[in-house]
T-cell receptor
Framework: SQTIHQWPATLVQPVGSPLSLECTVE??????LYWYRQAAGRGLQLLFY??????ISSEVPQNLSASRPQDRQFILSSKKLLLSDSGFYLC?????????????FGPGTRLTVL | GQNIDQPTEMTATEGAIVQINCTYQ??????LFWYQQHAGEAPTFLSY????GLEEKGRFSSFLSRSKGYSYLLLKELQMKDSASYLC??????????FGAGTRLFVKA
């Protein structure tokens, strides 16, 4: 069966500090991978998605970046965090190929920037 | 542009039926999803519609009208544990899925 891991679960960082959030998927190959951010009481904002190793598409201009160094590893980074980067960060995967496949979400990382 | 609209909040009584509506405007359409999200947790998949009509799955049903850009999620025999946010999401062209802001459902005794 497939599982998706995210760490850390919670993080408190000062403004201007760097960030690295990691997501790994087990039990599937060549998944589509996604990073979302959810602000308090808001919907999911798509940040990045990847259809393969080294292939990253950015949806929103921001001070964040993403990388996919391995097939089942997706990393979200920032060199300098802003207050507005606070939120609930969710990694998700989906089977490649035909449409209609639901996304499976990791447990999320709750980031607070102070 | 791409837009998904759903009510912000709804309240219903335990044992009752509630319908959560969703309207969408997207470039391309490869299906509509409903997810449930409890506070502080990740969303979990509830239903998927790609053709017009009603899909029933236990106490939950989802309806789609592609010509109207409209869907609803119907929850029957409401239970307290159904208190959560319900997210409408549309898979447009390509690999992206666009999510609505979610509807917070409060189930009262």
């Amino acid at each position: 069966s497939q599982t998706i891991h995210q760490w850390p679960a919670t993080l408190v960082q000062p403004v201007g500090s760097p960030l690295s959030l990691e997501c790994t998927v087990e039990g599937t190959s060549n998944p589509n991978l996604y990073w979302y951010r959810q602000a308090a009481g808001r919907g999911l904002q798509l940040l990045f998605y990847s259809v393969g190793i080294g292939q990253i598409s950015s949806e929103v201009p921001q001070n964040l970046s993403a990388s996919r160094p391995q097939d089942r590893q997706f990393i979200l980074s920032s060199k300098k965090l802003l207050l507005s980067d606070s939120g609930f960060y969710l990694c998700a995967w989906r089977l490649t190929g035909s449409g209609g496949n639901e996304q499976f979400f990791g447990p999320g990382t709750r980031l607070t920037v102070l | 542009g791409q837009n998904i609209d759903q009510p912000t909040e709804m309240t219903a009584t335990e044992g009752a039926i509630v319908q959560i509506n969703c309207t969408y405007q997207t470039s391309g359409f490869n299906g509509l999803f409903w997810y449930q999200q409890h506070a502080g947790e990740a969303p979990t998949f509830l239903s998927y519609n790609v053709l017009d009509g009603l899909e029933e799955k236990g106490r939950f049903s989802s309806f789609l009208s592609r010509s109207k850009g409209y869907s609803y999620l119907l929850l029957k025999e409401l239970q307290m544990k159904d208190s959560a946010s319900y997210l409408c999401a549309v898979q447009g062209g390509g690999f992206k899925t666009i999510f609505g802001a979610g509807t917070r459902l409060f189930v009262k005794a």
